[in-house]
């Protein structure tokens, strides 16, 4: 059974940092790229950034482009999102997801989210 468990998430003032955390078990970890999505209330689900699955290529929406860095590490598992220079905006549930590589065009599997609130 697959499971993608995001922890990390809390509330940090305006400016400040959080680190996510996603523990990845039940697939090859190496054979998935891993995304980064979140989820404001009201609003649709958005993508935040994506890793390859040897962690050399990341890409990043604008929105977060320069404030947040996806990594990898593969020995334990897990993908990372450090988030740096918070605003209010990037208030959301923020969810990891997993794509296989090479045969998927879409993330296969999902976590549970964790929450991130950013207070002004």
């Known amino acids: 059974q697959v499971q993608l468990v995001e922890s990390g998430g809390g509330l940090v003032q305006a400016g400040g940092s959080l680190r996510l955390s996603c523990a990845a078990s039940?697939?090859?970890?190496?054979?998935?790229?891993m995304g980064w999505f979140r989820q404001a209330p009201g609003k649709e689900r958005e993508f935040v950034g994506h890793?390859?699955?040897?962690?050399?290529?990341?890409t990043y929406a604008d929105s977060v482009k320069g404030r947040f860095t996806i990594s990898r590490d593969n020995a334990k598992n897990t993908v990372y999102l450090q988030m740096d220079s918070l605003k209010p905006e990037d208030t959301a549930v923020y969810y990891c997801?997993?794509?296989?590589?090479?045969?998927?065009?879409?993330?296969?599997?999902w976590g549970q989210g964790t929450q991130v609130t950013v207070s002004s």
């Open positions: 997801a997993a794509r296989k590589v090479g045969t998927s065009t879409k993330y296969d599997y």
């Open positions: 890793i390859s699955w040897s962690g050399s290529s990341t």
């Open positions: 039940g697939l090859s970890f190496r054979s998935y790229a």
